[in-house]
Each structure stands twice: as C-alpha cells, then as structure tokens.
C-alpha cells in the first residue's frame, strides 16, 4: 500500500469510446503525474502536475487529456484511443512545490486494452 | 539529462548481498542519483538516493564514487523478493522528469 490509489486497475475499450482513469493519493503531496509502460519498454512520462497546475506535458497525443482538480486527484481521460495505446499507465505522487523532489510514490497501475 | 546505463541482467544468490553498478558518466553537478525497483505487474518503488555521499537506509546502501560518474546499489541480503527490475535514474529538481531507462532485471536464486 502506497497511498496511492488507482481505478480502475483493468480497462478494456473499443477505439471509439471514451473513458478515464483515476488516480488518488492520500499522502498530503503536491505534485501528481502520469507514465505510461508499453510492454518491452521503459516507463514514459505523460504528464506533471504541480500545485494542480501541469508542469510537464511530454509530446502526449491530443486523444489522452488530464484533468487535476484538486491536489489529491488525478484523472487521465481518455477517447479515440489506438490498439498501440494499450499499456500500463501508472500514476506516482511527490513533495514539493515548485521545486519537486525525485522520490515518487506509484500507485498500481491500469492496465489498459483498446481494441 | 543525463543518461545512465546499467547492465541488461544479473543473477544473485539468496542471503548474499547484491551489487548493481550503474554508469553515469555525463551526471551534471545538480544531478542526484536516484534507484527504483519494479517487481513484475507493480509500480515502481523508490528504493535510496544521494548526491555525492555514500547513503543507507533501511532497503539498500548507495556507493557513489568520488567523481560522481559511477554508482552502486547494495542490496545487503538478498531475498526471492527481491527479484524485480532496478532502475538507476539522474535526476535534476530543474526539470521535473524522472526518466527511466531500461534498467537491470535483478534474478535473485534460492
């Protein structure tokens, strides 16, 4: 138990839905953000968020849209997604404001499945 | 940033220590060491991190060399669980991007 929670941890969806994945830490951080695993590869970052504000959007297709409205929330909505976006996305949560610190606390993961 | 490599795998023996090396060649002075574990099908856990000292905790010890362009990652006594994937990361406050690369795939054997 990280203190980070996400739901829910299996998706399976057909191209043209739409869907989001949510994210919630109770460890009173500040920063929150999204990585993506693909199989055989190594984690991607997606998005940071600070102070609810995002920080980071790492050249994340425009299908893929966070949402952080308030700093314990974290929510990757997700519509017209491809088979290649099938991965694990894991959210993490840090200190920090401003000036964020390398120590991430992960949660789970979602697996997800678009076929 | 700068990058780090580390071999693909290894294997270790249970109850003896573990010694994971990690080249960082081109770590910048405002660049700290950092080290994750990934056991299969979970998030990854952040094991210890440090700057120029050597630093312990209750997980794992972290050797930095002096010159800072190589590091290593003692696991005292290894155990089955700590079979996972260990990843050594340099990592800037400055740019919020904690990047993980490919890692060693750590087999500890009973």
Redesign the interface.
Known sequence: ETGVTQTPRHLVMGMTNKKSLKCEQHLGHNAMYWYKQSAKKPLELMFVYSLEERVENNSVPSRFSPECPNSSHLFLHLHTLQPEDSALYLCASSQGAGVLTGELFFGEGSRLTVL | DAKTTQPPSMDCAEGRAANLPCNHSTISGNE?V?WYRQIH??????II?GLKNNETNEMASLIITEDRKSSTLILPHATLRDTAVYYC?A?S?ND????????TTVTVRA
Not at chain 2, 41 to 46: A, D, N, R, T
């Open positions: 700290y950092y099908s979970q998030g990854p856990q952040y991190h990361i990592y406050s919020y991007k904690l990047s993980f690369g490919a890692g």
